[in-house]
Each structure stands twice: as C-alpha cells, then as structure tokens.
C-alpha cells in the first residue's frame, strides 16, 4: 500500500500536500539536531526532543485523518488552517528557546508557514493565520519582557515584531489575490471562454504578486544579519564573515587586518542631548564605507558605540592609513543639528591576524589596542602586534 497514494485522486492530492510538510518538518528537525550537535546555536536538547515528539505525533494524527476520510468531514479536507496553526505554535516555541540573536533567522518560519497555505485558504482564514504568528510574536515578546533573558533587547524585538507584522499582513493580502485568481482561471478552464488577453493579464499579474512575495522574503533576510539602526552589518554577520577570512588566510597566507572604533565620550553626549542626539550620531557612521574604505573592506557595528572593520589583503602602514582616514572622517563631521559647533571623536585599536590564531585571540588584541587608545587620551590610533 502507497502511503500517499490512494484509488481517490482527492484524497490522493491532499496527501500529497501533507508530504510536502512532512519533509519540511524533517528538514527542520534535522536542521535543528545538526545545530545542536554543532553548538552553532544554544538549544535545550530536552526540550528539542519534545518539540520533535510532539511533531511526530500531531503529523501523524493528520495523516490518520486524511488517509481514513475523517477530514473529509470538515471544509477544508486538507486541514490546511489547522496545519499552519500548528506551525505557527512550533515556530514561536523554537523562539522562546534559542537566544535573542538567533530569532531573525528563525522568523523565516512564519513565511513558510504562510506559503504552505496560499492556495488554499480564503481572505479571512488567511487574516487569521497571519494574526496567529504576529499575536504569537507578541506574546512571546511581552512575557519575555516580564523576565529578560541575556542580550535581549525590546527595542530589537519590538522593531523584528512589526516587520513581520507587514510582511504577514502583506502576504494576505498577495495570497487572497492570487487564489482569487488562481479561481478565476479554473472558472475560465471550465467554461472554454477564457481570452489570450485575458490570460496573458492574470500572468502579468501573477509575475508581480511573485515580485512582491520575493521582496518580503529579502526583507526578512535583510533583518537577519542588519543593524536596525545605522543599517550596517550586525555583529552576528561580521562573526561569520570574519570566520571566512581567517579560512582564507589560512589556505592563501593572505594578510588582513582589523579595526575597532569606539566613539569618545558617548555617554556625555547621551546624557547631555539624548538618546536620540546619539542614534543620529550613529547612524552618521553608516557612511564610512562609502567615504573611507574599499569595496572589499567590511564593516560592521559591534555593539553600543563601538564598530568594527575588517580590510582584506592590507598590510601594516595601508592599515595604519586607513585608520586614519576613518579617525579624520570622523573628526570633520559636524553635528549642527544637534548643538551649534557639536563634533566628535574616535579612539581605534589596530591588529593583523597571526597565523593559527583564533579569532576570539584576535578580537582580544584589538581590543587591548583601543582601551591603549582611550587610555592614552583618545582621537589616536593604536597598532597591537
């Protein structure tokens, strides 16, 4: 006997369907074995096992119902709603188990969970599956709120919360229309009356729905590795980034350094014109790149009032330049809008990788370099051997 295969082409294509999210689930849950194998993310294994039992047994259960005809008893046969809350329930588990930094990865869960349903459900179902994953988030974020785990940010959450607040209320309404249309054209397959125009239109139309769908998706991708503020990298990505440089180095031999801004007297400037003076300040950082460095050179924010940049192939005195020209960069902006005469200044810590080093080890000495920098009176570069 075919598991999803029966004498009933209905049941046979809701079994179909079912299968789609029985592999996807497998891909989540081997995904998320291999993560904890690997401590790439900090998950409690007890818990993930729970999560998986809990999968195995819901998952079977639908299929139970749709391979004996049960589901045939409700409007929708393929229990598509019930499966997408299902998942809406798992996503914003794994959430509340992995740490702050990892959510805009895991965020992708809610799309997927609103694709999976695009064909099938009607506006108002659609409306209550999105609000099903934004009213998820929310409570997760609120009772979190109530009991911060470590490097949580509400500011952070509360941005990543609308955004996938648009992103779902603009999939419902994308998926409602293409439905709409995807009905339209079986209306005009049955009735042999549909014109080429007329299909070359909804294709037009079908092609733009796809456009904004992709859009969605790089949003959401952009959340993940941004800083919400300047719009530079986080530092989550410029930890994997420079991971693949020292890689580099290490086949190649190819020297590459780093620098460690961190902007003087920050908290003056916070406590004297406000928090919102100073996210401006930061923000002003955003344009470094396009002022100081090379298209290959990477920047980031590292946190706070401290950014990082990573040169490639740069020796020790295109190193030291660069530094300079950032310290400089810097030193010529002025901040009218603020306070008449208001300018700023950086302290930076200098340092090449080693060969075999590690880049904690490098990091470490960069940053021995700057507190050098601010200890010696700041607006200066230090180099770290």
């Not at 999803?4 to 299968?19: E, I, M, P, V, Y």
């Not at 497998?26 to 993930?48: E, K, P, Y």
């Not at 809008?337 to 340092?351: E, P, Q």
Request: glycine fraction near 8%; proline fraction near 2%; aromatic fraction near 10%.
């Amino acid at each position: 006997m075919k598991l999803f295969a029966t004498s009933d082409k209905d049941q046979s294509t809701r079994l179909k369907r079912l299968s789609m999210a029985l592999t996807l689930y497998g891909v989540c849950l081997l995904m998320g074995g291999v993560v904890i194998r690997t401590n790439l993310v900090s998950i409690d294994g007890v818990a993930f096992a729970w999560l998986s039992f809990v999968v195995a047994v819901v998952q079977g259960g639908i299929y139970g119902a749709i391979r004996s005809g049960y589901s045939t008893r409700f409007e929708d046969p393929s229990l598509t709603l019930f499966q997408m809350m299902f998942g809406v329930a798992m996503v914003t588990y794994i959430l509340s188990i992995v740490l702050p930094e990892s959510r805009g990865a895991v965020l992708n869960g809610y799309v997927l969970i609103l694709l999976f349903g695009i064909f099938q459900l009607n506006k108002s179902q659609y409306l209550l599956a999105a609000f099903g994953c934004i009213a998820s988030y929310a409570g997760l974020i609120l009772f979190q709120a109530m009991d911060p785990p470590d490097n949580f940010s509400l500011k952070i959450e509360t941005f990543q919360w609308i955004v996938i607040s648009v992103i779902c209320l603009s999939f419902t309404s994308i998926g409602s229309y293409i439905r709409s249309i995807r009905e339209g054209l079986k209306e005009s397959r049955v009735g042999l009356v549909s014109s080429h125009k007329e299909i070359t239109r909804q294709r037009d139309e079908l092609q733009s729905a796809h456009k904004e769908l992709q859009n969605a998706l790089r949003q959401l991708g952009e959340l993940a590795v941004r800083d919400d503020l300047t719009g530079l990298f986080n530092r989550r990505q410029f930890s994997e980034t420079l991971n693949t440089q020292i890689a580099v180095a290490q086949t190649t031999g190819a020297p590459f350094g780093i620098l460690l801004v961190d902007i003087d007297h920050f908290k003056a400037v916070n406590d004297t014109y406000g928090h919102l003076s100073g996210d401006d300040i930061l923000r002003s950082f955003s344009h470094i790149a396009m002022k100081c460095l090379r298209k290959t050179d990477f920047i980031a924010r590292f946190g706070g009032e401290e950014f990082v940049i990573l040169l490639p192939n740069t020796e020790k005195a295109d190193l030291l330049e660069c530094a300079e020209r950032v310290r400089c960069y810097v030193g010529s902006l002025s901040f009218d809008n603020i306070c008449d005469g208001l300018r700023i200044t950086v302290s930076l810590g200098a340092s090449h990788y080693l060969e075999g080093e590690s880049s904690e080890a490098l990091l470490g000495r960069v940053d021995e370099a700057l507190y050098l920098a601010k200890d010696s009176g700041r607006d200066q570069v230090v180099y770290q051997a």
